[in-house]
């Protein structure tokens, strides 16, 4: 059964910093393209970063470009995710995803990160 | 890179069908083969309906297909069914972007 579960969200303060975890299985995680997706309150899905095969092209959307990075960990089939200087517009639910030619076949169930003070 | 465009809401009696439109730009979702479809129950993961404008995955219902013309792609979803009722977010590769996701509809079955 394929399985890709986060973790690491949670309440950080805005400037704070966190690092979020996708943990795979199921399925062969170095074939895959793996990516981030986040969901803000009451909006639509919107893609924040992608990481290749073998990690070493990486990919961000311009809102999070310069704060974000992402990495992946092959023997430990894990994502991550570390997001620095957070803003209350980062405020999601985080998703990660697994992509073979340009879709995104399998989905997490997310994990809720919130930036207040 | 700005959102595709589909329509807030979308209902349908159980059995009828129902269309919901994804309206991009040349540089995404009409350059491109890459059209995408994707099923969310609020709380858990979304799930890949469509893929390559009009394939379906393994397990997906025929009752789900897609189409593209232009700049505009469409997923339609025949015979409602009261588990059909969900949000539904289109997606398209946009080359460098690399990838950009609908606005979302939600789906209603009365």
């Known amino acids: 059964e394929v399985q890709l579960v986060e973790s690491g969200g949670g309440l950080v303060q805005p400037g704070g910093s966190l690092r979020l975890s996708c943990a795979a299985s199921?399925?062969?995680?170095?074939?895959?393209?793996m990516h981030w997706v986040r969901q803000a309150p009451g909006k639509g899905l919107a893609w924040v970063s992608r990481?290749?095969?073998?990690?070493?092209?990486?990919t961000y959307a311009d809102s999070v470009r310069g704060r974000f990075t992402i990495s992946r960990d092959s023997a430990k089939k894990t994502l991550y995710l570390e997001m620095n200087s957070l803003r209350a517009e980062d405020t999601a639910v985080y998703f990660c995803a697994a992509d073979i030619e340009y879709k995104f076949d399998y989905w997490g169930q997310g994990t809720l990160v919130t930036v207040s003070s | 890179q700005s959102a595709l465009t589909q329509p807030p809401s979308a209902s349908g009696s159980p059995g009828q069908s129902v269309t919901i439109s994804c309206t991009g730009a040349?540089?995404?979702?009409?350059?491109?083969?890459?059209v995408s479809w994707y099923q969310h129950h609020p709380g858990k993961a979304p799930k890949l309906m469509i893929y390559?404008?009009?394939k379906r995955p393994s397990g997906v219902p025929d009752r789900f297909s897609g189409s593209k013309s232009g700049n505009t792609a469409s997923l339609t979803v025949s015979g409602l069914q009261a588990e059909d009722e969900a949000d539904y977010y289109c997606?398209?590769?946009?080359?460098?972007?690399?990838?950009?996701f609908g606005t979302g509809t939600k789906v209603t079955v009365l």
């Open positions: 040349s540089s995404d979702v009409g350059r491109y083969g890459y």
């Open positions: 997606s398209s590769y946009a080359g460098s972007t690399p990838f950009v």
């Open positions: 199921g399925f062969t995680f170095s074939s895959y393209v």
């Open positions: 990481i290749i095969h073998d990690g070493t092209i990486t």
């Open positions: 390559d404008v009009s």
